[in-house]
């Protein structure tokens, strides 16, 4: 099984801040990589597909990068609806989440 | 509108069933694969089974291998989850969600219903 660690776990950021949030899986999965936004009490909510592709309706401040191992997820300025919990997930086998990064008000 | 709305979570006693039901409107269900995710209150996320368009290819987690089967129904435009010998820890919120296929490769979650809770508890 495919194992993803992201970090930081939690952060603390302020409005208009520039946020970046780093999923790695255990080996390689090329960009096989999703990023998820959930909301207390919601579903989850697809932003980026495939590593760097944004799902429609998703607002270009969000947007993805890497390859392999290393992915990031990054957030150019941040607004109040932006503050949430996200996850990675692969999709290069089973499917696997990272365990979340929960970004909250500073 | 495109949606998922999952049914038939409840209290259940250890060692006990419980069928879940996730009634799809708004799009063409058999054109979609589909899984089961669940969430530990409080917690992550866990895929747990998925099935292909027409069920001739399903995968269960090993946590729920063999005592949960996912099946569909594509003229209900309804998928399936009967759990059986049901654990405290498979207490969660469970969700179905539809799985696209990118052009690039790769698949992704990108409905997913409301999920309905679960809960394992004598």
């Known amino acids: 099984d495919i194992q993803m660690t992201q970090s930081p776990s939690s952060l603390s950021a302020s409005i208009g801040d520039r946020v970046t949030i780093t999923c790695r899986a255990s080996q390689s999965i090329s960009s096989y990589l999703n990023w998820y936004q959930q909301k207390p009490g919601k579903a989850p909510n697809l932003l980026i597909f495939?590593?760097?592709s944004l799902q429609s309706g998703v607002p270009s401040r969000f947007s993805g990068s890497g390859s392999g191992t290393d992915f990031t997820l990054t957030v150019s300025s941040l607004q109040p609806e932006d503050f949430a919990t996200y996850y990675c997930q692969q999709s290069y086998s089973t499917p696997s989440f990272g365990g979340g990064t929960k970004v909250e008000i500073k | 509108q495109v949606q998922l709305v999952e049914s038939g979570g409840g209290l259940v006693k250890p060692g006990g069933s419980l069928r879940l039901s996730c009634a799809a409107s708004g799009f063409t269900f058999s054109d979609y694969y589909l899984s089961w995710v669940r969430q530990t209150p409080g917690k992550g996320l866990d895929w747990i089974s998925y099935i292909s368009l027409s069920g001739e290819t399903i995968y269960y987690a090993d946590s729920v291998k063999g005592r949960f089967t996912i099946s569909r129904d594509n003229a209900k435009n309804s998928l399936y989850l009967q759990m059986n010998s049901l654990r405290a820890e498979d207490t969660a919120v469970y969700y179905c969600?539809?799985?696209?296929?990118?052009?690039?490769?790769?698949?992704?979650?990108?409905?997913w219903g409301q999920g309905t809770l679960v809960t394992v508890s004598s």
């Open positions: 969600a539809r799985q696209v296929v990118a052009t690039i490769g790769g698949d992704a979650f990108d409905i």
């Open positions: 495939a590593a760097s």
